[in-house]
């Protein structure tokens, strides 16, 4: 049985042809990633940031709702004053 062989001949200038070509193409991939990478660390950045501000920001509503609940108290307690007084009142 006879085997046939692919023959493959290269040549200098083949081969210089075929490594530039793959030089190209993995600069650009490179080239790629990299910017990539840089998207990414930005979005991490931005991310970091608005967690930082919802922190400070859920700070600033439990000493607000602290606030409330005191405000709400008083009022509470002039609605009962006026409540009692209109009860007196109208006796």
Request: proline share 0%; glycine share 4%.
């Amino acid at each position: 049985m006879c085997r046939h062989r692919c023959v493959a001949h290269f040549t200098g200038i083949s081969f210089k042809s075929f490594v530039d070509a793959y030089k190209s193409t993995y600069l650009l991939r490179h080239q790629e990633i990299k910017e990539e990478l840089q998207k990414t660390g930005a979005g991490l950045e931005k991310m970091e940031e608005a967690l930082h501000c919802v922190s400070e920001m859920q700070n600033e509503l439990a000493e607000k709702e602290k606030v409330l609940a005191a405000e709400t108290a008083k009022t509470d307690d002039a609605l009962k004053l006026v409540s009692l007084y209109t009860c007196y009142a109208n006796s």
